[in-house]
């Protein structure tokens, strides 16, 4: 007996030290580099996606990782900086240990890191692929998050007809990911029977006074009997445009884009932002979306980690960052414990299924945007609220 | 429709800009007038007056006019340390490495307003209501009416200030014959401590009067800082009467350019106006005290 308590003790504290989660750290860690403009334009932007990957990684690790191994995130500031980008990436790429790199956000920015990604054979993971251009360069170690140009035009032009809109005045913004937003727009929409008036008069992120443009539309919205003036921009000129529109005494509705579904531009815009309609992500409404809805349970439980621990709701661009460290995970998960950059690659290229806060992620070798026109939903501005409006044949 | 419809309501969106051109252009001068010095981090007062009244409205739920007027005081603050921490080492520095300081400044206070107070842009609300008034056919917002008014006000106050009293002419006195200002007793490096204060007072009031319209955000003061200059010197380098009409005649020039050319090439009418002047008046529309007319 003398000798049997012993060995139960000693065979007890090999059996805890087998399941404790400090065995589980000894297993090598799986290193993904986050390459995010975390000072500058963006840095509250960054910080909300740094809090929500931290967030994921966290529950992810708890449960045990993969088959033991952690997840962990290297932060990499690039400061909105071209030069700074591509040191943190080549930084990123000679660190073997490191999987993929995730960022950068700035359009300008990612055509480097891509290049580098393609050179180094490393996959780069890109949150908001704004500019068509890079993102139509279809690269093989580049993978997209964010709903592409092309599934957000459909999605506008669906409520367009859901609202009947025959005639529709657009005004992009001198950048490339709203000329290209109006040009689909206008493809699918005169597919369909439309008439889609692009106009010559553009503006800049910067302008602070849309009035002089929209003087010299307003005779246009008169004349042509517009039904609907898209204003196919992001950031701050969204509400800039709505304010002086509606000071003008335009009343004819606005059509936005998925960038009015953040909740600074409604406290920007205020009253006029009344009435904006424009498809969105499923995270601008998580409470809204319908009880069987594949993603909804993971929107509202992703919404209420975020609310417990940062006292803010779950946005678009947060819904990103869950979506992105959830697929990294899932690929992870099907590399069956050889995870080397290529087989890592090759993984997230064979996601299917995938269910996100943003939708069902599908990738193959000719699409890397992963997402479709399913996996928006229709968003009408109701009492300084974002509210998801329904259309029967069109959702 | 002729291009001649559009010019009254392009008319009244001109003037609202070119009143906040002129408050701008006006903090250029204020230290100009005192120093000679040109203060790039003149935009920073407009933004900063902006962001704090922001923070002290919706973060510290103070009211209004508190939350205002709590901005200028901070604001005008930060002017005097601007003047002690970068300006006062470097009196007896050039011209250009002061200009160079100043820029410094700027790019210091705006980094610090985002790592602050956040960097999405922030708007505040209007003082009267958003319906806008309909004024011989033109659509006007009650602000930038406003923003009219202010303007008016500001200007008598700081006209009063330079002519009528004490303080204003030994102001004026530093800049124009420091050597007199120093016989006769006047602190020179007090005036220009002084004139920083003002010209931060008056850039955050403009900061407070036009975001409401235009938001702000922690980057929004270079641009308007670099147009008040433009103003300024439109005007006449060194003139308060010069600033105010500078500030008018570039925001209504810029304005009605559009009804000609599309909206893309707005900023470069202000810099091609800036270059057309300095070719042809470099002393500005009304003469600029700094320069002596023989050499032109």
Redesign the interface.
């Known amino acids: 007996m003398k000798k049997i308590v012993p060995l139960i003790s000693v065979l007890t504290l090999i059996l805890m030290t087998w399941v404790s989660p400090a065995y589980v750290a000894e297993k090598s860690l799986y290193k993904i580099g986050v390459n995010l403009e975390f000072?500058?334009?963006?840095?509250?932007?960054t910080k909300t996606v740094r809090n929500a990957m931290v967030l994921e990684v966290e529950r992810i690790n708890k449960m045990g990782g993969i088959d033991g191994h952690s997840i962990e995130l290297l932060f990499e500031d690039n400061g909105f900086d071209l030069g700074r980008t591509a040191a943190n990436m080549t930084k990123f790429t000679k660190d073997k240990q490191i999987i993929a790199v995730v960022g950068p956000f700035e359009d300008n920015l990612q055509a480097t890191s891509r290049a580098i990604a393609e050179r180094e054979k490393i996959t780069n993971i890109i949150i908001c692929p704004s500019n068509p251009m890079v993102r139509a360069l279809k690269q093989k170690w580049a993978f997209n998050i964010a709903q592409s140009d092309i599934i957000v035009s459909q999605k506008l032009v669906d409520l367009s007809l859901a609202r009947k809109y025959k005639k529709v005045l657009v005004f992009p913004a001198?950048i490339p990911l709203a000329k290209s937003l109006a040009e689909f727009y206008k493809r699918f929409g005169e597919e369909k029977g439309m008439k889609i008036i692009i106009s010559?008069?553009?503006?800049?992120p910067?302008?602070?006074?849309m009035?002089?443009?929209l003087?010299?539309l307003k005779?246009i919205i008169e004349?042509e009997k517009i039904d609907a003036f898209y204003a196919c921009t992001a950031?701050?000129p969204g509400?800039?445009i709505c304010?002086n529109l509606?000071?003008?005494?335009v009343k004819t509705p606005i059509l936005g884009t998925h960038a009015f579904g953040f909740g600074?531009i409604i406290?920007?815009g205020?009253?006029?932002m009344e009435g904006v309609e424009f498809g969105a992500g499923k995270p601008v409404v998580p409470d809204q979306l319908d009880e069987n809805d594949p993603v909804r349970t993971i929107n509202l439980d992703f919404d209420k980690r975020m609310r417990e621990r940062d006292g803010v709701g779950l946005d678009q661009i947060a819904g990103h960052a869950h979506d992105t460290i959830s697929l990294i995970y899932d690929a992870l998960k099907r590399c069956q414990g050889k995870v080397t950059r290529a087989i890592f690659r090759d993984a997230l290229e064979n996601t299917k299924g995938h269910k996100n806060c943003h939708g069902i992620y599908n990738y193959s070798p000719t699409d890397h945007d992963g997402l479709s026109k399913k996996d928006m939903v229709f968003i009408r501005i109701e009492g300084g609220k974002f509210k998801r409006i329904k259309f029967p044949g069109f959702e | 429709?002729s291009t001649w419809?559009?010019i009254p309501?392009?008319l009244s969106?001109g003037i609202t800009?070119g009143a906040i051109y002129a408050l701008v252009a006006l903090g250029f001068v204020t230290i100009a007038r005192a120093s000679q010095i040109i203060n790039f981090a003149q935009g920073e007062f407009v933004m900063l007056g902006g962001v704090i009244t922001f923070f002290f409205l919706k973060v510290m739920n103070l009211p209004y006019p508190l939350a205002a007027f709590i901005a200028i005081l901070i604001v005008i603050l930060i002017g005097f340390v601007m003047h002690l921490s970068v300006v006062y080492p470097l009196r007896k520095a050039s011209i250009v490495i002061l200009l160079m300081a100043t820029l410094g400044a700027s790019i210091f206070l705006s980094s610090t307003s985002?790592?602050l107070f956040?960097?999405?842009?922030?708007?505040l609300?209007p003082f009267s209501g958003?319906r806008?008034l309909q004024l011989l056919g033109v659509?006007v917002?009650p602000q930038s009416v406003w923003v009219l008014i202010s303007t008016l006000i500001l200007l008598i106050f700081l006209y009063l200030l330079s002519h009528r009293t004490l303080l204003g002419k030994a102001m004026e006195a530093s800049s124009t014959d420091p050597l007199g200002a120093d016989l006769l007793g006047i602190s020179r490096n007090l005036m220009v401590f002084l004139a920083f204060g003002v010209s931060a007072g008056v850039g955050a009031f403009a900061g407070i009067l036009i975001t409401p319209?235009?938001?702000t955000?922690y980057?929004?003061g270079t641009?308007l800082g670099l147009k008040g200059f433009i103003a300024a010197v439109l005007g006449g380098w060194g003139k308060n009467s010069g600033a105010i009409l500078g500030g008018f005649v570039l925001g209504i020039v810029e304005?009605l350019s559009?009804?000609f050319i599309?909206?893309?090439y707005?900023d470069a009418i202000a810099f091609g106006i800036l270059l057309l002047i300095l070719h042809f008046r470099p002393k500005g529309i009304l003469g600029s005290p700094f320069m002596d007319s023989r050499r032109w």
Do not use: C
């Not at chain 2, 956040?118 to 708007?123: A, E, H, M, V």
């Open positions: 000072t500058g334009p963006w840095a509250e932007v001198a010559q008069e553009t503006h800049k910067t302008d602070i006074d009035t002089p443009q003087i010299k005779p004349k950031g701050p509400p800039i304010k509606r000071t003008l005494g600074f406290a920007l205020g009253e006029a | 429709m419809t559009y309501q392009l969106s800009i985002g790592l956040g960097t999405l842009p922030k708007t609300p958003e806008p659509s917002l319209v235009f938001f955000s980057s929004s641009l304005s559009l009804a599309p909206a893309g707005k």
